[in-house]
T-cell receptor, first 113, second 116 residues
Framework: DQQVKQNSPSLSVQEGRISILNCDYT??????FLWYKKYPAEGPTFLISISSIKDKNEDGRFTVFLNKSAKHLSLHIVPSQPGDSAVYFC????????????FGQGTILTVHP | EAQVTQNPRYLITVTGKKLTVTCSQN?????MSWYRQDPGLGLRQIYY???????DKGDVPEGYKVSRKEKRNFPLILESPSPNQTSLYFC???????????????FGEGSRLTVL
């Protein structure tokens, strides 16, 4: 049972435009969400996180939006750059067990110059 | 340099031959965890450890063992590897603040394991 789903395996965007990566979850106990970026042959690196007490968190070009009623979060990258081309994973955890982190399948983002 | 180090980075082995993938971090992190990455399935958590001598199962613990005898090390043990354990494995670590995972997991570079 996939509790965190990224339904778009890939996304292609032109440089300078907005990239929107989506993530849905089914477990209503999840209250902390994170995004990670992964380049080939490297480990994932942390991008941005959001707690369920917020609906938006911003860090430079990256903004994460959380819609609790829809159990949906999205990562916006504006403006997109070729160096943003990577696999993006969303992840979720709950206050009952913050050590247990559930990841989505990942979305491959390609930003074309 | 702050880092999470995994060894070996690449390994080809045969079914049933016990192996250990080591993981070491130099950031004095309390939390450590193991993940496997498979096509179409993303990252799945195998085991995690909140501190020394404290370990717990993730989503896919079957066929794996872990131990946390020292804060810096968290080895992953495959007692009797099988072909379905062929995967890319990542170790990660992080700190806690007041019982909350900081969120910024630091990952190792990965260990690609093939079981024939």
């Amino acid at each position: 049972d996939q509790q965190v789903k990224q339904n778009s395996p890939s996304l292609s965007v032109q440089e300078g435009r907005i990239s929107i990566l989506n993530c849905d979850y089914t477990n209503s106990m999840f209250d902390y969400f994170l995004w990670y970026k992964k380049y080939p042959a490297e480990g994932p690196t942390f991008l941005i996180s959001i707690s369920s007490i917020k609906d938006k968190n911003e860090d430079g070009r990256f903004t994460v939006f959380l819609n609790k009623s829809a159990k949906h979060l999205s990562l916006h990258i504006v403006p997109s750059q070729p160096g943003d081309s990577a696999v993006y994973f969303c992840a979720a955890s709950s206050g009952t067990s913050y050590g247990k982190l559930t990841f989505g399948q990942g979305t491959i983002l390609t930003v074309h110059p | 340099e702050a880092q999470v180090t995994q060894n070996p980075r690449y390994l080809i082995t045969v079914t049933g031959k016990k192996l250990t993938v080591t993981c070491s971090q130099n950031m004095n992190h309390e939390y450590m965890s193991w993940y496997r990455q498979d096509p179409g399935l993303g990252l799945r958590q195998i085991y995690y450890s909140m501190n020394v001598e404290v370990t717990d199962k993730g989503d896919v613990p079957e066929g794996y063992k872990v131990s946390r005898k020292e804060k810096r090390n968290f080895p992953l043990i495959l007692e009797s590897p099988s072909p379905n354990q062929t995967s890319l494995y990542f170790c990660a670590s992080s700190s806690w603040i007041q019982g909350v995972l900081l969120g910024e997991l630091f990952f190792g570079e990965g260990s690609r394991l093939t079981v024939l």
